[in-house]
Structure formats: structure tokens, C-alpha cells
């Protein structure tokens, strides 16, 4: 579904990507764990051009992603309308949860198969009811973000996400911005949609989501992938890094629980 070759990244003289060569399978479900700084985040952005490589090839269901940079290093304006499909095909959930303050529940969900994908108004509004309803929002379709919880607005933003029917969802770290109480809520969705098949990659930090839900796990340090496998293959290595990754993991979350 996402095949990737040779993906390189720069910001100025730092070299956040490496040669990064990855296969994501359709359907399958891929964490992304590792360090901060490592280059998760800027790797899962540019699996959707909302970071532009420095070099690479990138294929979402064998069609290439074509990019021209302009002197900034930014997307030419060209580039940026032949790449709406990908936009369509490959939805990303943010872990700022990344709302229109301004527009309600509804208005959030419907906002990108209308504008995108011209589709009607009250065929839009009807499915992002029945996504609201999946996600346990339905009432709450005339609020406003400011209103909700954490929880609630990253139940939102999922279910924005699906109503583009992308082929792919990428997640950038969704419950690292919530209370603990409320990771919950969103892990259930995920899971579920895991469930139903959807092709997802995940940067987490929740640990027994990366072990009990995905199909593969990817190790990210200093711009490269250093470890690839099955959960258990990559958490059960005798491995000194990835027993002090582990550690400090585990620590955070302590913490997390006790603030």
C-alpha cells in the first residue's frame, strides 16, 4: 500500500531521514517506536508530502508521488493540486488533534469530502453522522471542540480522518496529549479499526498497543529504521537499546500516572 525508497530529509545541515526504505502491506497495522528525535514524526509527514523529502521515492498503491520544491524547500503550488489524491488516499490524525475551533463536530467531519471530493452536503453530513455514531459522538455533532475533551476532540479527528475513505491512516503520537484516563478511549477506536482491516502506521509510545495490536514493529534512532519484526520478535531481542528504550519508557508513563 505505501512503498518507500531511498527517503532522505534535511532540515538545513541536520539529516533527520536516512535512506529510509520501507513496504507497508494493505491492511496491515505498523507501529514506529524509538526515541524523541529519532524521526518518526517527520517520517510519518512525509509519507503524505506534509513534509517534503529532501530525496526519495514515494508510492501509495503503486501510483508515485511526484514533488517539485521551490526555492524554500516548500511544495510548488504545481505540485501541491497534482498531489490532492494523495491527500484523499492517505488521511493522517495529529496529535494535537488539529480541530477547527471555529466549526462544529459536523462542520469538521464533512469539511474534506466536500471541499476535496466536491461531495454533496447532506450525502457528506449523512456519513459523518454514521462515523460519529462508530466513534460514540453522535450526540455531540452541534459542539464545538472547545467544548469537548481530549478524548472526544482525537474521536473527532478520527472520525474526519475516515470520512475522506482513505486507503491509509497515519497516526502521529494521537493519545500522547491526553490525561491517562483518557488514552482509553481512542486506543478502542484504533483498535477497532485494526480489526476491521484498515492499513494503519502508528509513532506511539503505548507500548501494549505497538505489542497486542500491531502486525510489525519499526525501531527509529538517529533518522534510520535499526530494528523491523513481528511484536514479539522485536520486544523479546536480547537487546541493550531497546531494554533501556524500554526503561525509560515505562518510566514516562509512571509519571504520567502520577500527574
Not at 526504505?21 to 526515541?35: F, M, Q, T
Amino acid at each position: 500500500m505505501i512503498h518507500i525508497r531511498g527517503l532522505n530529509k534535511q532540515f538545513h545541515e541536520k539529516k533527520v531521514l536516512d535512506q529510509i526504505n520501507l513496504e507497508i502491506r494493505e491492511g496491515e497495522v505498523v507501529s514506529i517506536i524509538g526515541p524523541s528525535g529519532a524521526g518518526k514524526s517527520t517520517l510519518l509527514r512525509c509519507m503524505n508530502l506534509l513534509e517534503v523529502p529532501t530525496s526519495g521515492e514515494i508510492y501509495v498503491d503503486t501510483r508515485k508521488a511526484e514533488y517539485k520544491t521551490n526555492a524554500r524547500g516548500r511544495l510548488t503550488l504545481q505540485s501541491y493540486m497534482k498531489l490532492t489524491w494523495l491527500r484523499s488516499e492517505v488521511s493522517m490524525v495529529f496529535q494535537q488533534f488539529n480541530l477547527w475551533p471555529n466549526k462544529t463536530v459536523l462542520d469538521n467531519v464533512t469539511e474534506g469530502p466536500r471541499i476535496v471530493k466536491k461531495v454533496p452536503r447532506k450525502e457528506a453530513e449523512a456519513k459523518a453522522i454514521k462515523l460519529l455514531e462508530k466513534v460514540g459522538l453522535q450526540e455531540k455533532i452541534n459542539e464545538y471542540p472547545a467544548n469537548l475533551s481530549g478524548g472526544q476532540q482525537q474521536r473527532v479527528a478520527i472520525a474526519r480522518a475516515l470520512a475522506m475513505e482513505p486507503k491509509v491512516i497515519l497516526f502521529d503520537e494521537p493519545t500522547s496529549a491526553l490525561d491517562p484516563e483518557l488514552v482509553h478511549e481512542v486506543l478502542d477506536i484504533m483498535v477497532k479499526l485494526a480489526k476491521e482491516g484498515m492499513t494503519m502506521v502508528v509513532v506511539t509510545h503505548e507500548m501494549n498497543f505497538a505489542r497486542n495490536v500491531s502486525d510489525r514493529v519499526l525501531f527509529m534512532e538517529d533518522g534510520q529504521i535499526t530494528m523491523s519484526g513481528k511484536p514479539d520478535e522485536v520486544f523479546h531481542l536480547k537487546n541493550a537499546r531497546m531494554n533501556q528504550f524500554m526503561r525509560k519508557i515505562t518510566h514516562e508513563v509512571e509519571l504520567r500516572g502520577v500527574n
